[in-house]
Nanobody, 125 residues
Framework: QVQLVESGGGLVQAGGSLRLSCAASGRTFSNLVMGWFRQAPGKEREFVFA????????LTADSVKGRFTISRDNDKNTVYLQMNSLKPEDTAVYVC??????????????????WGQGTQVTVSS
């Protein structure tokens, strides 16, 4: 199994920045495609970002392109989501996800077998 633990969420003013972290354990991290999803109240889960095994390829949602970046540190078994120029509509629970079935990026939640508990991000106007 894979266990994922997110951290770094909080309350921030519009235009501000946050960096989320997701620490993984349970199997070789370098063989996990890592992703971020988010879910706001009353809305369905939304894909945000994904990153390949070595970090060379990423997949980005149009809603965050140019504002968010994803990175990973395989020595620390951790993936990061740097969020800049935050908007109130970015308010959501951000959830880390992982898949081990090949180095292919995906936007669909069903492609990810492992999920964290989520961390709340609230952006005030």
């Amino acid at each position: 199994q894979v266990q994922l633990v997110e951290s770094g969420g909080g309350l921030v003013q519009a235009g501000g920045s946050l960096r989320l972290s997701c620490a993984a354990s349970g199997r070789t991290f370098s063989n996990l495609v890592m992703g971020w999803f988010r879910q706001a109240p009353g809305k369905e889960r939304e894909f945000v970002f994904a990153i390949s095994w070595s970090g060379g390829r990423t997949l980005t949602a149009d809603s965050v392109k140019g504002r968010f970046t994803i990175s990973r540190d395989n020595d620390k078994n951790t993936v990061y989501l740097q969020m800049n120029s935050l908007k109130p509509e970015d308010t959501a629970v951000y959830v880390c996800a992982a898949r081990g079935n090949g180095d292919f990026l995906a936007r669909t939640a069903s492609n990810y077998a492992y999920w964290g508990q989520g961390t709340q991000v609230t952006v005030s106007s």
